[in-house]
Nanobody, 122 residues
Framework: QVQLVESGGGLVQAGGSLRLSCAAS????????MGWFRQALGKEREFVAA??????FFAESVKGRFTISRDNAKSTVFLQMNSLKPEDTAVYYC?????????????????WGQGTQVTVSS
């Protein structure tokens, strides 16, 4: 019942910044948890960040560099990525769920976007 579309990915030099957006449509709510995950080539999908109302969660690998925010009026969640490193290269996915007990686990989310590629060059 929820559709998610990511945008904002691209190629950036190490140390640069990108801002990803995730637009939600359908039967969504401001109470839904919104999360960002990423999957590098040959690697498992990993948690990046999540927001539940005003509470946020971050992976240790991105803490201090990435921020997550949401615009409830526009049903959009953002991931601001600063000080990017080559190891941040991955396909980034937006995810949503009406109720999540463990926000860092990908299987907790019912809805997923198609992903957007982020490539950070050395």
């Amino acid at each position: 019942q929820v559709q998610l579309v990511e945008s904002g990915g691209g190629l950036v030099q190490a140390g640069g910044s990108l801002r990803l957006s995730c637009a939600a449509s359908g039967q969504t709510s401001s109470a839904y948890i919104m999360g960002w995950f990423r999957q590098a080539l040959g690697k498992e999908r990993e948690f990046v960040a999540a927001i539940i109302r005003t509470s946020t969660f971050f992976a240790e690998s991105v803490k201090g560099r990435f921020t997550i925010s949401r615009d409830n009026a526009k049903s959009t969640v953002f991931l601001q990525m600063n000080s990017l490193k080559p190891e941040d290269t991955a396909v980034y996915y937006c995810a949503a769920d009406p109720s999540v007990t463990f926000p860092r686990l990908s299987h907790s989310y019912a809805y997923w976007g198609q992903g957007t590629q982020v490539t950070v060059s050395s």
